[in-house]
C-alpha cells in the first residue's frame, strides 16, 4: 500500500491519509461530512469571486457574453450600466470624437463614451426575498449556444445574499433564453 502510494504523486501526505483509514467509521462520516461542507462554502465563496471579478472587468466587454459571463449592474430602467466605483481608477476616459478615432489598442484601455456610468448608490436595487434587505441587482448574461441552426443567449437577474457571511447566497429572481443578443 504504501510502496503504490509512494509511486504517485499526489500533493498530499499519504501518511495522513494511511491514518485516516485507521481510524472509526464515525470519525470517518465526521470527516466526510466536514469536507461536504468545506465545499459547498468553496463553491459559493467561489462564486462570489466570480461574481466580483465579472462586475469589475465589466467595463472591458464591448459584446457582454459573448466571449464569456458578463455580469452588469442595472440601472433604474433595468438597462445594463457602468458603476463609477467600480472602474479603475485609471481608465481612460474618452470623448465621442476621441473615441471614434481611436484605433483598437487604444480603445482597450477605456470604455465607448455611449455606455452609461451611475453612482453605486444608483443602481436598481431589490428587496431580498431571504433577508428582506434591499440588495443590487445584477444582470448574469452570456451565450450559451453557438451553433448553425441558431444561437441561445440567457439573462437570469439574480441578487447576491451576503448576510450569512458564512454562507453567501445567490438568488434568482427571473430568467429570459433568447436566440438572438438581448
Ligand atoms: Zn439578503
Redesign the pocket.
Known sequence: MTEVLEKTVFPIDYRAVCALNQVSAATVKSCKQSIKALETRRYQMDGIVGITYALLTHWSQNDPGKYGLSISFLGQNEHRVLVEEYLPPDIKRFTKEEWEAAPLSERQHGFDPRRKVISLADVLCAE?P??H?S?PVLEWYRQTYDGPGGDEWLKRHI?L?C?DVDSPKQIELDRKVSADRF
Do not use: F, M, N, S
Open positions: 431580498c431571504e433577508c434587505e440588495h441578487l445574499c448576510a
